[in-house]
C-alpha cells in the first residue's frame, strides 16, 4: 500500500513513469485533448458563423469577441468554487463533461446553410456550455500537476514543462485535424472532433484519477456534502449554479456591449481594490512590487487585443487575401492557426536556453524589458505581412508572409507570456497571488473583447484590402511605439520590483516549467502549488 509522502505530494512508493508519478501524464492527456478541442474549434468558429449562418463580419467578430474573452473570465470564478468548496480534482471533471457537451451540442444542431432560429441559440447554447466547463477546467488543472510533488521536489520544474507540452501539442493538432474535418468534410465533423477530443481526455481522467492519491480532494468534504439549501448540498447547489451560469453566458455571447460593461466593472472594482489595499495596508517594498505587477497587467490589453487577431480578422484574412496552395492542395484557412503552437514547440526551448545564457553573464533583459520587446515584435509581426500584401500587388499575399506573422507573433508571445504569469507570481505577497493572476486572466479577457473592435474596424467582407492593410499598418507602428516607450520606462519599473530582495533567484517564486508555457491561461489562478 502506498504511503504518504511526510512533506505532501503523491507517496513516496507511488507508481512512477519517467521518473514522474504516473498521473503526471494523466492529465498531460486530459490537458492536451482539452486545448485540442479549444484551440481547434476556435480555428473554425468565424468561419461557421460567416459561412454557414452567413453572418456579416462584424456581428460575427462581436459574437468570436465575446465568447473568448468570457473564456478568460470563468476561470476567475471556477478557481475560487474549487479552492473553497468542490476542490480541483471535481472540478477538472465538471468541467470536461460542460466542454464536451458544448462542442457535441453545437455538432449535433448543424442545421441547413443559412438558417438560424433554434439552430443559432442551440449554436450559443453549446459556446455557453464549453465557456462555463473551461472556467472549472482551466483554473485547476495546473494546480492538480503542483499537487503531485512536494515543495522541495526538483521534478516539479520538469514536471510543468511536459504538462506545457501537452497544451502546446494539443494546440497545434487541434486546427489541423478540426480544421480540415470543418472547413472539407462538414462543420459537424469538426465540432464533432472536438467534442470527442474532450471525451478522450475525460475518460483518461476518469480511469486513471485514482493515480493522484488524494490530490485535489474538497478543502472539506463533510461541509461539502451537507445539506445547506431545500435539502441540497454545497455541491449541487454549485453545479446548479453553473448549470443557470449557462444561461447567463448565452445572453451575454450575444451582447458584445454587456460584456464591455462587465469587463470595465470588474477592472475598476479589481484594480481599485488592489491600489488601496497596496497604499494603505502593504509596506513599502511590496508595495512597489504590486505596482510594478500592474504595470505589466496594464499592458496586457493591448498586446493580447493585437496577437488575437489570429482566430478572427487574420484568420478571415487568410480565407480571402492569402495565396494558400501548397503542392497543388488548397489548404484550409483553419489549418494555418496551428503555425503558432508549431512556433511554440520549437522555439520555446531556444529562448528558454537564451535567458539562461544571458543570465549566467547579468545580461537577462527585466521583465518590462522583455514586455516592451514583446510588443515591438508583434508590431513587426504585422507590418511584415502588410509589406508582403502590398509587394504581391492587386494579387493574393503569399502564405509565407502570414507564417512570417506567426513567427513574430510566436516570438513576442514567449516575451509575453511566461514572463507576465511568472511575474504574477513572483512580485505579489503570498495574500495577494491568487487575486494579482485572477486581474491578468481579466486583462487578458479584455485584450480578447479589444481584439474584437479592432477587427470590426477592418472592414468587413465587401472592403477592399486597402482597408485592413491600414489598420494592420496602424496598429503595427502603435504597438512598436508603445514597446520603445516600455523599453525606456523599462529601469524605472525595475527598481519597483526590488529584485535584489527577492532573495536567491534560483528559488524565487517563478513558476515551474515557464520555459514551456505559451498561453496566457496555461497556469491557474491559485499558483501557490505550481512554483519552482
Known amino acids: 500500500m502506498a504511503t504518504a509522502h511526510p512533506t505532501g505530494g503523491v507517496p513516496a512508493d507511488a507508481k512512477t513513469f519517467l521518473g514522474h508519478p504516473t498521473a503526471l501524464f494523466m492529465l498531460f492527456f486530459a490537458e492536451m485533448w482539452e486545448r485540442f478541442s479549444y484551440y481547434g474549434m476556435r480555428a473554425i468558429l468565424i468561419f461557421y458563423?460567416?459561412?454557414?449562418f452567413l453572418f456579416t463580419d462584424d456581428p460575427a467578430y462581436a459574437v468570436y469577441g465575446a465568447y473568448t474573452s468570457l473564456v478568460y473570465i470563468t476561470p476567475v470564478i471556477g478557481g475560487y468554487l474549487a479552492d473553497r468548496y468542490i476542490g480541483a480534482r471535481k472540478a477538472v471533471l465538471v468541467g470536461g463533461i460542460f466542454i464536451a457537451i458544448g462542442h457535441l451540442l453545437i455538432a449535433l444542431l448543424e442545421g441547413p446553410k443559412g438558417e438560424q432560429g433554434i439552430y443559432l441559440n442551440g449554436f450559443y447554447l453549446g459556446l455557453a456550455a464549453i465557456v462555463i466547463g473551461t472556467g472549472f477546467l482551466k483554473a485547476n488543472i495546473s494546480v492538480l500537476v503542483g499537487q503531485l510533488y512536494p515543495r522541495d521536489d526538483i521534478r516539479r520544474d520538469p514536471a510543468f514543462s511536459i504538462f506545457y507540452m501537452g497544451i502546446n501539442a494539443g494546440a497545434w493538432l487541434g486546427p489541423i485535424i478540426i480544421g480540415i474535418l470543418g472547413e472539407t468534410v462538414g462543420w459537424s465533423y469538426g465540432f464533432g472532433a472536438a467534442g470527442i477530443g474532450m471525451l478522450l481526455g475525460l475518460v483518461c481522467f476518469v480511469l486513471f484519477q485514482k493515480s493522484l492519491h488524494g490530490a485535489g480532494e474538497p478543502p472539506a468534504p463533510e461541509l461539502l456534502c451537507a445539506p445547506a439549501f431545500a435539502g441540497l448540498s454545497r455541491e449541487w447547489l454549485i453545479y446548479l449554479g453553473a448549470v443557470l451560469g449557462i444561461a447567463v453566458a448565452w445572453w451575454l455571447i450575444r451582447s458584445q456591449g454587456a460584456v464591455g460593461i462587465m469587463l470595465i466593472i470588474f477592472a475598476v472594482l479589481v484594480v481599485g481594490f488592489i491600489v488601496y489595499r497596496s497604499v494603505w495596508?502593504?509596506?513599502?517594498?511590496?508595495?512597489?512590487?504590486?505596482?510594478?505587477?500592474?504595470?505589466?497587467?496594464?499592458?496586457s490589453p493591448l498586446f493580447w487585443a493585437l496577437f488575437e487577431q489570429a482566430g478572427s480578422s487574420l484568420n478571415v484574412f487568410t480565407d480571402r487575401r492569402v495565396d494558400r496552395v501548397m503542392l497543388g492542395w488548397d489548404v484550409p484557412a483553419s489549418v494555418f492557426q496551428s503555425v503558432n503552437s508549431a512556433f511554440i514547440i520549437t522555439l520555446a526551448p531556444l529562448f528558454a536556453g537564451l535567458w539562461t545564457w544571458l543570465a549566467k553573464r547579468n545580461l537577462e533583459p527585466n521583465a518590462p524589458l522583455k514586455f516592451g520587446i514583446g510588443l515591438i515584435l508583434v508590431?513587426?509581426?504585422?507590418?511584415?505581412?502588410?509589406?508582403?500584401?502590398?509587394?504581391?500587388?492587386?494579387?493574393?499575399?503569399?502564405?509565407?508572409?502570414?507564417?512570417?506573422?506567426?513567427?513574430?507573433?510566436?516570438?513576442?508571445?514567449?516575451?509575453?507570456?511566461?514572463?507576465?504569469?511568472?511575474?504574477?507570481t513572483r512580485l505579489s505577497i503570498g495574500s495577494m497571488t491568487g487575486l494579482m493572476m485572477g486581474t491578468w486572466f481579466l486583462a487578458t479577457a479584455a485584450g480578447n473583447f479589444i481584439a474584437a473592435l479592432i477587427a470590426q474596424t477592418t472592414g468587413g467582407e465587401n472592403v477592399g484590402p486597402e482597408k485592413i492593410l491600414d489598420v494592420y499598418s496602424n496598429i503595427g507602428w502603435f504597438s512598436m511605439g508603445v514597446g520603445v516607450v516600455v523599453i525606456g520606462v523599462s529601469p524605472f519599473v525595475k527598481r519597483l520590483m526590488h529584485l535584489d530582495k527577492l532573495g536567491d533567484p534560483a528559488v524565487d517564486h517563478a513558476l515551474a516549467g515557464e520555459r514551456q508555457l505559451g498561453e496566457p491561461a496555461a497556469a491557474g489562478i491559485d499558483t501557490s502549488g505550481e512554483t519552482r
Open 49 to 52: 458563423l460567416t459561412k454557414h
Open 281 to 299: 495596508i502593504l509596506p513599502a517594498v511590496e508595495r512597489d512590487r504590486v505596482f510594478a505587477a500592474l504595470f505589466l497587467i496594464a499592458l
Open 379 to 424: 508590431g513587426l509581426g504585422f507590418l511584415v505581412l502588410v509589406a508582403g500584401a502590398i509587394a504581391s500587388g492587386t494579387g493574393l499575399t503569399p502564405a509565407l508572409f502570414i507564417i512570417l506573422l506567426y513567427l513574430f507573433h510566436t516570438m513576442a508571445e514567449l516575451c509575453f507570456s511566461p514572463v507576465g504569469l511568472s511575474s504574477m
